[in-house]
Antibody
Framework: QVQLQESGPGLVKPSQTLSLTCTVSGGSISSGSYYWSWIRQPAGKGLEWIGRINTSGSTNYNPSLKSRVTISLDTSKNQFSLKLSSVTAADTAVYYC?????????WGQGILVTVSS | QSALTQPASVSGSPGQSITISCTGT?????????VSWYQQHPGKAPKLMIY???KRPSGVSNRFSGSKSGNTASLTISGLQAEDEADYYC???????????FGGGTKVTVL
């Protein structure tokens, strides 16, 4: 059974860079032709796709966030990561990592990241 | 403003059937049979209920079914049960510029 777990700081100051890691267990992140995605959800609001990376390291990003987002893969640690730069209060949300992109069959539990000074 | 349009809320009595619509454009829902539906209970991660328009993952009740007509996808829940009360989101592939879009979500209430 594949499991995903997000980790990282729960509080980030405005203008700084948000950094999160997703650790995958129960299977190799580099096996199969999967995409691995980051998705976020502000409190009381809907889901927003941030971006994805495949096992070859190829990335695609939400056009509205593209200038600030970097997603990377570390196969040796079975992890993938998110960096979101120049954050503002509008980036406060629960951040999820997931396997897939439009079809996400496994999700992490989510991590709340608050942007505040 | 979400890329895909869903009704804010839908309600039904136990045992009834309800349908949630998800309206997109010819650039997403209308062009690809790659719509998925997610169920989300409060404080929980979304759960995949339907993928590729009408396929059910293993373990998902056959009371959930998906379909598509033109630019609109639909999720039908038959034999509504109390445990179906949750938020539901549609999601679609949207081509090689936008990639993935979500609907704004629909709150399902079991009366």
């Amino acid at each position: 059974q594949v499991q995903l777990q997000e980790s990282g700081p729960g509080l980030v100051k405005p203008s700084q860079t948000l950094s999160l890691t997703c650790t995958v267990s129960g299977g190799s992140i580099s096996s199969g032709s999967y995409y691995w995605s980051w998705i976020r959800q502000p409190a009381g609001k809907g889901l927003e796709w941030i971006g994805r990376i495949n096992t070859s390291g190829s990335t695609n990003y939400n056009p509205s966030l593209k200038s600030r987002v970097t997603i990377s893969l570390d196969t040796s640690k079975n992890q993938f990561s998110l960096k979101l730069s120049s954050v503002t209060a509008a980036d406060t949300a629960v951040y999820y990592c997931a396997r897939g992109s439009f079809t996400c069959d496994y999700w992490g539990q989510g991590i709340l990241v608050t942007v505040s000074s | 403003q979400s890329a895909l349009t869903q009704p804010a809320s839908v309600s039904g009595s136990p045992g009834q059937s309800i349908t949630i619509s998800c309206t997109g454009t010819s650039s997403d829902v209308g062009s690809y049979n790659l719509v998925s539906w997610y169920q989300q209970h409060p404080g929980k991660a979304p759960k995949l209920m339907i993928y590729e328009g009408s396929k059910r993952p293993s373990g998902v009740s056959n009371r959930f079914s998906g379909s598509k007509s033109g630019n609109t996808a639909s999720l039908t829940i038959s034999g509504l049960q109390a445990e179906d009360e949750a938020d539901y989101y549609c999601c679609s592939y949207a081509g090689s510029n936008t990639f993935v879009v979500f609907g704004g979500g629909t709150k399902v209430t079991v009366l």
